[in-house]
C-alpha cells in the first residue's frame, strides 16, 4: 500500500505503509542510533513525535520484550528506509512490523531518509502527517500541521499511581523489570514490586530509599538504582512535593519524560519545594531542564535537537570526554545560569550546549544525556553511584 509523508513546508515523500492502518499528525524528528529501536519506540520521551530512524535498515533483530522501556510504544509513527520483514535473533518476540501493529503505531519505509534527515537539519524540526490518502490536498493539509502541537505530554506518560520496587540485595540480578512503569500488573497494584533475592555481597546501595518522580520515565532508571541496592518509590509527575518530603526519601530522582518543559509550569512550582530541601537530587534529561527552570534559568528549542547513541559530553570537572544517548529538543540557556545558583558540568563537545549542571551549595547535580542508557559503552553509568554517595549523609 503507497503510503506518503507530508511536512509542513510542503514537501511530500512516498513511500510504503508499514505498521498500523490509519493517519497520523506529529512532530517529525529524526534518531541517529545505529540500533536500538525497541528502546527508541517505547521511550515516552517520544510522545507526541514521529521518529525517522537514520539508519538505513531496521528491524533485523526483531523486538524483544524485555527491552522495552515501559509498557508500550510511545511514537505517534515510525519512518525507516528499509524495514526488515523477518527477525534474525534468538531473543525475539515479534517482527518490528507485528509490534506496530499490536500497538497501533502506523509509519512509511521505502523514502529516502537521508533527504528527509538533511530537510530538517537545515530547516529545523516540523510537523508532518503520515497518510494512505492518495487523494490528500495540500492545501487543506498544511494549515493542520502548522496548528499541531504535542501539548501537556508529561501528564499522558507518567504512571497513574504511586508504587514501589524494592531493590537488589546482591550483585546478582534477575534481568530488568521489562514494561513496568505505566502498565500496572497485580503486584504494581499491590503497591509494590519485590527483586528475587540472591546471596552474593550487598551493594552500596542497600537499604536506601529514593523517590523517582516519573515524567515520563525509563524503566532502565529505576532498575539502574534498584541494580545498586536501592527501594524507589515512584510517583506521578503531578505529585505535591510535600509527600514526597513526607515519605522521607534519602534521595530524588527527576526522570527524562518528553514535551517543552515550560508546558510544565505546576511541577516546576513542586520541583523548586524539593530543591529548597536538604534532600540530595539527581535529574535527568526533562527533570534537569525543569530544575533549570525552577531555580531562575530557562530553556529554548534547538533547531533540530539531540537525538542518538553517540553524544560526546564532556566532564568539565575531570576533562574526561563521555559517548552518551541522548533524546532532547530543548536546553537549558547558558547565558540565563545565575552562577551563584548552579554551575555548568558537561558540556557537549559537538556544538558546546549545556549537558550538566551542578547546584552551588546543594546536593544536586543534573544532566540532559541518558546515563541509563547504553548504547554500546556504559560511560556515564558511575554517575548513579555518585548520586549513592550522595544519600551517606541523608540516612
Known sequence: MRSFLILEDGTVFEGVHIGAEKEVISEIVFNTSMAGYPEVLTDPSYAGQAV??????????????????????????????????????????????????EYGVPGIAGIDTRALTRILREKGTMNGMITTDEAYRLEDILPRLKEYTTGRVVERVTCEHKYQIRGSRSLEENGPLSGRA????????????????????????????VALLDLGAKDNIADSLVKRGCDVT????????????????????????????????????????????????????????????????????????????????????????????????????MDRLDPKVAVPAFVNVNDGTNEGLSYTGKNIFTVQFHPEACPGPQDSGYLFDRFISMLDGNR
Open 52 to 101: 525517522c530512524m537514520t539508519y538505513p535498515l531496521i528491524g533485523n533483530y526483531g523486538v524483544c520484550r524485555e527491552d522495552m522501556e515501559s509498557g508500550k510504544p510511545w511514537v505517534d509513527g515510525f519512518i525507516v528506509r528499509e524495514l526488515s520483514r523477518t527477525a534474525s535473533n534468538f531473543r525475539s518476540d515479534m517482527t518490528i512490523q507485528e509490534f506496530l501493529e
Open 234 to 333: 515512584v510517583y506521578p509527575a503531578l505529585t505535591k512535593a510535600e509527600e514526597i518530603i513526607a515519605d522521607e526519601p534519602h534521595g530524588i530522582m527527576l526522570s527524562n519524560g518528553p514535551g517543552d518543559p515550560k508546558e510544565c509550569a505546576s511541577v516546576i512550582a513542586e520541583i523548586k519545594k524539593l530543591y529548597d530541601t536538604d534532600i540530595p537530587i539527581f535529574a535527568i534529561c526533562l527533570g534537569h531542564q525543569l530544575m533549570a527552570l525552577a531555580t531562575g534559568a530557562d530553556t529554548f528549542k534547538m533547531k533540530y535537537g539531540h537525538r542518538g547513541g553517540n553524544h560526546p559530553v564532556k566532564d568539565l570537572e575531570t576533562g574526561r570526554v563521555y559517548i552518551s544517548s541522548q533524546n532532547h529538543g530543548y536546553v537549558v540557556d
Open 182 to 209: 505505566r502498565y500496572n500488573s497485580a503486584d504494581d497494584q499491590a503497591g509494590i514490586r519485590e527483586r528475587k533475592p540472591s546471596l552474593v555481597r550487598e551493594l552500596n546501595g542497600a537499604g536506601k530509599r
